[in-house]
């Protein structure tokens, strides 16, 4: 069964950057597409990007292309999201998730808080 | 982009009774590319059903997703008081995802 564990809460100022990462356990990172959703306090769910279940390239949101980074360490099992240039607006609970055509499992979430 | 669109809002329903939740995407997808979440409040989502009919693992059958082409609907027949809680619909097309707005089930 795959487990996905995340890295701990993250308090950033704006202007700032963040990396989240993701250990993958039960599989393979480079068996599976890995993907990326963030989830505003009280606000509905945004896919960010990742591994297009077709053709394994990466893929951004259009809305954060340019700020945000997907990379894999297949030698650990481990994925990261980078998110540069932090607005408040970026203040999320930030998911890893294993999806092709749906989502399952996902990780236990990430809060980055963005605040002066 | 495909753009989800959920309805209603938010329903209050009371413990026994059924619920309907619609779907309508901006344009036609494959049913393989519809899935429905629950999300409860401080947990993450839970897959309950996807390509618009098929159950997820662990899933009980008074869930039960249907539709095609625009318009998908997740109905959840005699409600137990553990199914109060937010639900999203969510497609796959044009190389990216995205989710509907959500709908929230309430105890009446």
């Known amino acids: 069964q795959v487990h996905l564990v995340q890295s701990g809460a993250e308090v950033k100022r704006p202007g700032a950057s963040v990396k989240i990462s993701c250990k993958v356990s039960?599989?393979?990172?480079?068996?599976?597409?890995m993907q990326w959703v963030r989830q505003a306090p009280g606000e509905g769910l945004e896919w960010m990007g990742g591994?297009?279940?077709?053709?394994?390239?990466?893929v951004y949101a259009q809305k954060l292309q340019g700020r945000v980074t997907m990379t894999e360490d297949t030698s650990t099992d481990t994925a990261y999201m980078e998110v540069t240039s932090l607005t408040s607006e970026d203040t999320a609970f930030y998911y890893c998730?294993?999806?092709?055509?749906?989502?399952?499992?996902w990780g236990q979430g990430t809060l980055v808080t963005v605040s002066s | 982009e495909i753009v989800l669109t959920q309805s209603p809002g938010s329903l209050s329903l009371s413990p026994g009774e059924s619920a309907t939740l619609s779907c309508r995407a901006s344009?036609?997808?494959?049913?393989?590319?519809l899935a429905w979440y629950q999300q409860k409040p401080g947990q993450t989502p839970r897959l309950l059903i996807y390509?618009?009919?098929s159950r997820a693992t662990g899933i009980p059958d008074r869930f039960s997703g249907s539709g095609s082409e625009t318009d998908f609907t997740l109905t959840i027949s005699r409600l137990e008081p553990e199914d109060f809680a937010v639900y999203y619909c969510?497609?796959?097309?044009?190389?990216?995802?995205?989710f509907g707005q959500g709908t929230k089930l309430e105890i009446k």
């Open positions: 969510q497609q796959f097309g044009s190389s990216a995802y995205t």
């Open positions: 998730v294993i999806g092709t055509y749906f989502f399952d499992p």
């Open positions: 344009r036609s997808l494959s049913n393989i590319y």
């Open positions: 591994l297009h279940p077709e053709n394994g390239k990466i």
């Open positions: 390509g618009a009919s």
């Open positions: 039960g599989y393979r990172l480079a068996e599976i597409s």
